[in-house]
Each structure stands twice: as structure tokens, then as C-alpha cells.
């Protein structure tokens, strides 16, 4: 993102933060349809909406093809809002291994038991990331006279991650089936008349292809000690973004041959087709959004300059939870829409309030630290992990300015939460020029109606 940061998918962002007010999430739809594509050499992509689950997305990845996954009730009832359907195909080997694939699948490593009464309503397949899943929904099939397929999330002893908190595999995991119990859950499954019909792995590896052929070859191992039964194994989310300019894309092409070697050579040595499927969540959404906050005050502690914006970690937490980085831009108030001079407040107030200075005098920035309103030493948008607040080269800006806060589609709006009675805000989705409310904000009033 450049330092000045004036449009977002062709649309001007003060526009934007006019229409639909600030804090708002926006979303650049060409970006999802783009990266769905990206993928399309998988059998199924299969979208971990928890990254970013408004309706709206919803039915835009469905209309790219993307299959979804549900975590929660709450996830279900959204993908069927979205019109994904299941179907009795989705327990039916022959139809799976005739390239059939389940349009919902319910993946986790509990059932709540609101979770699990919805997936017996709606028959969903289940991918079981402990041995009690298998025991809980084998015996209300069981009762039901239904003999289900299930998969299997196993953790292979060994994760990977940007952060520990999402370090999926390993000891140190609450993640997946542990590797050496796999022959335990096939027996516990047979005793419901359940068969393994899947093996599943999230270990994101992002670029690091020497990683992921370790996970690759983990889960091949598990598949063969499962056998015949297994009709589809999955790669998992954890594909990377760029969040900082310098970093590297992740490598699709060789993502998906480290995974196609796997599934030739597991279907070679099964006597029959394997389907590969892939489940990104951050992948597919990160990018596309980005939160536009306005800046309400700039104020100096000491050596450290501060912009206080309206947005903060109850809009966008990954940073205050994970010290993750996100790209900020400044789309000044008074932007000149030609974009190679821009007026901005003077950097000396004894000079005038506004003037034009060329774009190549914004480009020797200060550093700021980014902040929020909240109550909260940790709500700052600019910090490493451990809460060392970093300070930020920006064009410095003024009360009134909005600030872009970049790449934050994913765990972004779905992260979000109500601290200090902040209602959440709206979202925005922009379609071929167009902005589309895709969610109102939440008013005060909507805050308190379930107070008794
Ligand atoms: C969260 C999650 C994903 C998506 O992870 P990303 O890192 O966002 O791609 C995929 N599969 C499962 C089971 C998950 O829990």
C-alpha cells in the first residue's frame, strides 16, 4: 500500500467513508473471485468462512464454485442462508468417487451440542477432530439408522504458524485427532457402522514447501493405514498472504503438486481416485478488505507521536492479539483527486491551515503510532507481538484524514467484538465500481435489546 492511499477498487475513499460512515470494513469482490480462481487446480475449494463470513461473501464464493466449511452452528445456518445445500449424495461412496462433493462440511474438534443437533437436522458430513466426535455423532446416527462416512483431522505431532496462537499441530495443538490414535478412532467409528472415508491435515505452511511436503507425507501415511475406506484427503487452509509488500506470495502451482504427488500416490496404491481438496480461509479474503478509520487526533507523548483513529481492536484485533502487521495508507480529507499533488494540513501550524506540496515531499514520512479509542493500553494498530508499540512511517496526518488499513478481509469483521459497547460497524462490498451495503452497522440500540 503506498503511503497515500486514495481509492480503494477504483472508488474514492473519502467517498466511501462519507456514504457509509467510519469505522466500515469494504471488500474488493474482483479480489475474492480472483483468488478462488487461483485455486482451481483442487478438486474442491472448500472456503473456511470463519475468515470472513458475511452473507454477501458467502454467496460470492459460492458463485466461484468454492464448496464451505462450517465450525459452529451459527456457520451452518449461514452457509445454507448462502444457498449451499447438502444433498444424500454427500453419504454416498459411489456418487463421492464419482467426483461428487459435499457442499457443506462440519469440521471441528467439538460438537457443542447446539453444533451437533444441526448437523443431524441438515445430515451433514463431519470431519472429527477427536475420538469423542466420532463416539458422539456415531451413536445419534447410530439411534438414527444412518451409516455415515466420516473424516478424520489428524495432527500429525509436528505444526507451523505465523504466531504460536495459530500453530495447528504439535503438542502443543489442541488441533486434530493425534497421529498415533488414528487406528483407535477407526475402530471406535466401526462400532457405530461408521467408515473413514477422508483424511484431513491443517498445518498451514504457507511458503515453505520443504514443510509442506512433511505435512504432505504425514498424511499419506495415516491414509494408508486407513485403507480402501478413504475417498478424499485435504490439504487444509493456512496458504499465506502478504501482509507486508516484501514478502512472498505463496507458490499455488507448487502447493498444489507437492499435494497432487500425494493424492497420484495414495490413489495408486488404493486401486482408486482419491479427491483433493483445499480450504483456505485467510488466503481467499485477506486481501480483498480493508478497514478506513478516521483520525480523530494526533498527539505527541514524549519522543512518540500517536494518531488516535475511530477504529480499534474491537474492529480489527489480529494486531493487539497477534502483533500481526497490517499496511496503513493515509487518504487525506482534502485529497486532489488527480493524485500527484495532494493538499494537506500544514506541518507547521504558524503556516497556513491548508497548501499544496508535491507528492515527493509526502514521500520523507514520519513515524506514528497507530491507535484506537479503546480503553486499553493494547489497542494499538501498530505493534509486535509481545505488545511492543512500533511506531509507523506515514505522511503525517491530520484530524479528518482516514486511514487504510490494509489486507484486513480475514479474521477481520469475524474477529470483532462489542468492547466498551462499540457497536459493530458496517461492511461494504464493492462490485465492478459499485459499493453495496452488505451489513448496516449495529446501533447502540441493538446493544442493549437483549438486556434484561
Ligand atoms: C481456520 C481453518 C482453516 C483456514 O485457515 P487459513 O489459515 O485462514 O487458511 C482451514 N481449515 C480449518 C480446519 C481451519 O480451522
Known amino acids: 500500500m503506498s503511503p497515500i492511499t486514495t481509492h480503494f477498487a477504483g472508488l474514492s475513499i473519502t467517498q466511501l467513508a462519507e456514504q457509509f460512515g467510519t469505522p466500515v470494513y469494504v471488500y474488493d469482490a474482483a479480489m475474492i473471485r480472483q483468488r478462488v480462481r487461483d485455486l ?6 472448500r472456503y473456511a468462512q470463519k475468515a470472513c463470513s458475511n452473507l454477501s461473501i458467502l454467496r460470492l464464493v459460492r458463485e466461484e464454485g468454492a464448496l464451505v466449511d462450517a465450525v459452529s452452528a451459527g456457520e451452518i445456518a449461514r452457509a445454507l442462508a448462502a444457498g449451499y445445500a447438502p444433498s444424500p449424495q454427500d453419504h454416498d461412496d459411489d456418487a463421492i468417487r464419482a467426483g461428487h462433493h459435499p457442499a457443506i462440511v462440519y469440521t471441528a474438534d467439538v460438537f457443542d451440542r447446539a453444533s451437533l443437533d444441526a448437523v443431524l437436522e441438515h445430515d451433514l458430513p463431519v470431519n472429527c477432530g477427536s475420538p469423542d466426535m466420532i463416539d458422539q455423532y456415531g451413536e445419534r446416527c447410530h439411534a438414527l439408522g444412518r451409516r455415515r ?9 509436528f505444526g507451523h504458524g505465523h504466531s504460536q496462537k495459530v500453530n495447528t499441530g504439535g503438542e502443543g495443538s489442541k488441533h486434530g485427532v493425534w497421529h498415533t490414535d488414528v487406528a483407535d478412532c477407526v475402530r471406535r467409528a466401526e462400532r457405530w457402522g461408521l467408515r473413514v472415508t477422508g483424511i484431513h491435515m ?6 515453505d514447501m520443504t514443510h509442506l511436503g512433511k505435512v504432505g507425507a504425514a498424511l499419506e501415511q495415516v491414509a494408508q493405514q486407513v485403507g480402501t475406506s478413504v475417498l478424499t484427503i485435504s490439504a487444509g487452509g493456512g496458504l499465506s498472504t502478504p501482509y507486508r509488500g516484501d514478502e512472498p506470495s505463496v507458490d499455488v502451482a507448487a502447493y498444489y503438486e507437492t499435494w497432487n504427488a500425494v493424492r497420484e500416490q495414495l490413489a495408486a496404491s488404493l486401486g482408486h481416485a482419491v479427491n483433493l481438496e483445499i480450504e483456505p480461509g485467510r488466503y481467499l479474503a485477506a486481501e480483498s478488505g480493508a478497514l478506513l478509520t478516521e483520525v480523530r487526533a494526533v498527539k505527541r507523548q514524549g519522543s512518540v507521536e500517536y494518531v488516535l483513529v475511530d477504529a480499534g481492536f474491537n474492529n480489527l484485533v489480529r494486531p493487539a492479539m497477534y502483533g500481526a502487521y497490517h499496511p496503513i495508507g493515509l487518504a487525506p480529507a482534502n485529497a486532489d483527486s488527480s493524485g500527484d499533488a495532494i493538499k494537506t494540513p500544514a506541518i507547521n501550524p504558524e503556516a497556513s491551515r491548508e497548501r499544496v506540496i508535491p507528492q515527493s515531499a509526502i514521500r520523507n514520512p514520519q513515524s506514528f503510532v497507530v491507535a484506537g479509542p479503546l480503553c486499553e493500553s493494547g489497542d494499538v494498530f501498530t505493534q509486535k507481538d509481545g505488545g511492543f508499540v512500533e511506531a509507523r512511517p506515514l505522511p503525517r496526518p491530520a484530524v479528518g484524514d482516514l486511514l487504510v488499513i490494509g489486507a484486513a478481509g480475514a479474521y477481520g469483521y469475524t474477529m470483532a467484538s462489542n468492547y466498551n459497547s462499540k457497536p459493530l460497524s458496517a461492511e461494504v462490498l464493492v462490485e465492478n465500481g459499485e459499493p453495496r451495503l452488505i451489513r448496516r452497522a449495529q446501533t447502540v440500540e441493538d446493544l442493549l435489546q437483549h438486556e434484561i
Open 40 to 45: 482451481a487446480p483442487f478438486d474442491v475449494v
Open 202 to 207: 491443517h498445518i498451514g505452511s504457507g511458503t
Open 149 to 157: 462416512g466420516v473424516t478424520l483431522r489428524i495432527n500429525p505431532g
